[in-house]
């Protein structure tokens, strides 16, 4: 357990200055919510209306920003051979590692999201919901994304495989996150959708670790 | 404790090419060898083969009673030039980590540390150490949690000349404890060594006709 803690707290420190860490993620997220209102036209109407589409579009693309270094640096340097010998399963170090991840990044952009789209004109009573759905939808992002940044270890731009291979991977959770919003902002049950979210997250979470474990071992022998 | 390690007929491959085959070597607890072999003969590559991160093309590798997973879990250290630091954290916070990972306590590492007259340079980020301070830092962590086989990836190369004597003692230190060393060198090790030569699959075919 000891082990474990030690490893999650050197993950998130590497995850913070790692590709400029959380600020960048925030940062990024901004310049997309300001960006929106300039390529779509000011009226209010529209904007509320794809408010929480665009934050899902941009959860999606900061999610991506740091996810080629996630095993990437451990692997050139050497670190990810020395953490093989450990009684620690690599499948825990792997699921530690996108937890790291996730805490590093993604917390910071769920508690932009909710007033990045209120600033787009999205109702207040939307901001918890859009909170719980970034939370739940960067848990999805950072172990599916794991799976992406583990099997593209060694290759030459290895961030641009890392993004193709993630980006089909990334599309139910935006598709059910981004239903449940638009079915509560028009007064329809949106449950269904978040449940099924909830799911995806889930299922990341238990098979990710195991393919990225998987892909590690293949990449170091 | 690892109390003898066998390896049996190893043959290794890397890159689809064949680095060596029908490699033996027999090592007892307080033995230490020393791979000897030219740049690119695979010398690294069998001390990851024992650490477990290359599979074997044929042969086997056994730690006596200790199976093998439980004894790369526990019973050995890696260190070599590859050596997992990162330059952007303090030395300490790397040594700390680092020691915890492989099972020792915080107050070992600073005991560690003090052997290797690093405690003055703990606050400074990894990335400000020279290449000898660097690999001491490094070296550190064997000396900060006991386990008892230690594959050493050309350990002196960065050392002065007194650091090397000093490293040779505490190499000494753990042999008599029991402890067993495989080291890949190009220098002479400064303990007594049983020498072990990696030759490519052509030369060991060319020897007999010599």
């Known amino acids: 357990m000891s082990r474990a803690m030690a490893l999650l707290s050197r993950e998130v420190t590497l995850a913070w200055g790692r590709g400029g860490g959380p600020l960048v993620s925030v940062a990024f997220y901004a310049g997309v919510a300001t960006l929106l209102p300039l390529a779509t036209g000011p009226e209010p109407a529209r904007l509320a209306a794809i408010a929480p589409g665009a934050a899902w579009v941009a959860l999606a693309l900061s999610a991506l920003l740091s996810l080629d270094r996630l095993f990437e640096r451990d692997y050139e340097d050497g670190a990810l051979d020395l953490i093989t010998l450990s009684p620690v399963p690599l499948e825990l170090v792997c699921a530690i590692k996108c937890l790291g991840q996730w805490v590093a990044t993604a917390a910071p952009l769920a508690l932009a999201a909710p007033l990045a789209a209120i600033a787009l004109g999205a109702q207040p009573s939307l901001a918890p919901l859009i909170f719980v759905c970034a939370l739940m939808g960067g848990l999805a992002f950072a172990f599916v994304g794991g799976i992406g940044a583990a099997l593209s270890l060694g290759a030459r731009r290895g961030g641009l495989l890392t993004a193709v291979i993630v980006m089909p991977l990334f599309v139910p959770p935006v598709i059910f996150g981004g239903g449940a919003l638009d079915a509560f902002s028009n007064g329809l049950p949106w449950r269904a959708g978040f449940a099924l979210l909830a799911a995806y997250a889930a299922a990341a979470v238990a098979l990710g670790p195991i393919a990225m474990a998987a892909a590690c071992r293949n990449a170091l022998s | ?210």
């Open chain 2, 1 to 210: 404790m690892i109390a003898t390690l066998n390896i049996d007929g190893l043959a290794l491959r890397r890159g689809g090419r064949l680095l060596f085959s029908g490699l033996n070597l027999r090592l007892q607890a307080g033995e230490a060898a020393a791979l000897v072999g030219r740049n690119g003969a695979g010398k690294t590559t069998l001390l990851r083969a024992i650490a477990g991160l290359v599979e074997a093309e044929a042969g086997t590798i056994e730690f006596g009673e200790i199976d093998a997973g439980e004894a790369r879990a526990s019973h050995m250290h890696l260190a070599g030039h590859q050596d997992g630091q990162k330059p952007a954290r303090t030395a300490w916070e790397e040594l700390a980590f680092w020691t915890r990972w492989t099972g020792g306590s915080e107050q070992a590492a600073r005991d560690a540390a003090a052997a290797l007259d690093l405690t003055r340079l703990l606050d400074l980020e990894v990335r400000r150490l020279s290449a000898g301070q660097r690999r001491r830092l490094s070296l550190a962590r064997l000396l900060a949690s006991p386990r008892s086989l230690w594959l050493l990836d050309e350990p002196l190369s960065p050392l002065d000349a007194g650091w090397r004597v000093r490293f040779g003692e505490m190499m000494s230190q753990h042999l008599a404890s029991g402890g067993l060393i495989i080291a890949a060198v190009h220098d002479p090790l400064p303990i007594p060594a049983q020498p072990l030569e990696i030759l490519a699959p052509e030369d060991a075919f060319q020897e007999p006709g010599e």
